[in-house]
């Protein structure tokens, strides 16, 4: 090895699920939204003179937007590009104790990924057999605590009390509440962030907003984490929003009656999925989220996942420990669904 190849920050990156290059198939794989965004979006004028100048680095129409709808004031709202850019800032912002940082062993794989790029310290938390997370393995002293909720890949949701009990038991260190998939069911953290001054809520358009090609996430918490978080930021790279996302995201907030719909329709849509799931005796997780996570008795899901990718569907499989069985399939039109229940009952010889 040549001495400044030891120099090198080497890491195993985080594997997204595939983007397949084809237009024709049903991609039930990275937890997409199958509905456009808000078709409001399409009178967004952009003013091409604009685009000379750098972006407005506070974001402020989106910051202020955003903190309106959740009845902040704008120093409680960081935005990032997507929530996997304001995650990242978080773990480096919050996690420099030295002390291992806690998240679950079956979680969103791009934290352990977050925590070797910062060599920040780390422990999981192993999940239930229900693949629960349990409160009280989070009670020793440790260097901070992330979650999502519901969780992913598994779709479970916890409820808001044990939410805050594992709060109120990290007081002395940050509690990143991941809830990228929490507008399809559960109770948010959010009531808890003037109470609880270590706490974060992350969320992202990207999934209940139909927006994930356009990258905006954003945190919710105490402003001096807010000020931590936009200190970081502005020693990393000043101008992470562009022009456009701003203009999109201001808009997308506007049209709330379009973003209630289109949850419902993907919840409902779940819902009846989860019935069909069951009269093929598929096992799974009972989901608040888009996706839902499910294992059969007796048919290998790597074998239905490759199977079904013959077939264009696309769905989510991870080759790890103690999901290995299971399935991620995300929520896609009821057209979309009912293509795959008829593979799945014709694959199972049902
Ligand atoms: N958190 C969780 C739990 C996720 O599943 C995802 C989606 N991959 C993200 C965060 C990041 O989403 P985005 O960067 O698109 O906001």
Known sequence: MKAWQNNIRRVVPYTPGEQPKETDVIKLNTNENPYPPSPRLLEVKQNLDELRLYPDPEAKDLVHAIASYHGLGDNQVFVGVGSDDVLAMSFLTFFNSGMPVYFPDITYSFYDVWADLFRIPYQTKALNESFEIVASDYYEKNGGVVFPNPNAPTGRLLGVDVVEDIIAHNRDVIVIVDEAYIDFGGVSALSLIDKYENLLVVRTFSKSRSLAGMRIGYAMGNEDLIKALNDVKY?????????????????????????????????????????????????????????????????????????????KIYVRYFDKPRIDNYLRISIGTDKQMKVLVEFLKTFLNM
């Open 235 to 311: 020693s990393f790279n000043s101008y992470t929003m562009n022009c456009q996302t701003i203009l999109f995201g201001v808009e997308s907030i506007k049209d709330d009656d379009y973003f209630k719909e289109t949850v419902a329709k993907v919840v409902a849509t779940r819902e009846w999925f989860q019935e069909e799931l069951k009269r093929l005796s598929f096992n799974f997780v009972k989901s608040d989220s888009n996706f839902v996570f499910a294992s059969h008795p007796f048919v290998a899901a790597k074998d239905i996942f490759e199977a079904a990718k013959k077939e």
